[in-house]
């Protein structure tokens, strides 16, 4: 799920999961966007552009004026 030269960067659509006993960032996981985004920020996992009128750092909150 990495990519660079030296894998040192999350692929599209994963995130930097948390840092280990090195002070380093370890680890991409999946963008958990509830199938309404398939990218999110690199760095903390907030998804990015969220479809169906959706909002929230998961996709998981409708906009203002929408509902379920």
Not at 10 to 21: F, M, P, Q
Not at 31 to 45: A, V
Not at 55 to 60: A, N, P, S, V
Not at 63 to 68: I, L, N, R, V
Request: aromatic residues 6%.
């Amino acid at each position: 799920n990495t990519t660079g030269n030296n894998c040192e960067k999350c692929k599209d659509g994963y995130y930097r999961s948390s840092i280990n006993s090195n002070n380093l960032k370890a680890g991409c996981l999946k963008c958990e966007c509830n199938g309404r985004s398939t990218n999110c920020d690199s760095s903390n996992g907030k998804c990015i552009e969220c479809s169906q009128n959706t909002r929230g750092d998961q996709c998981e909150e409708c906009k203002d004026g929408y509902d379920w």
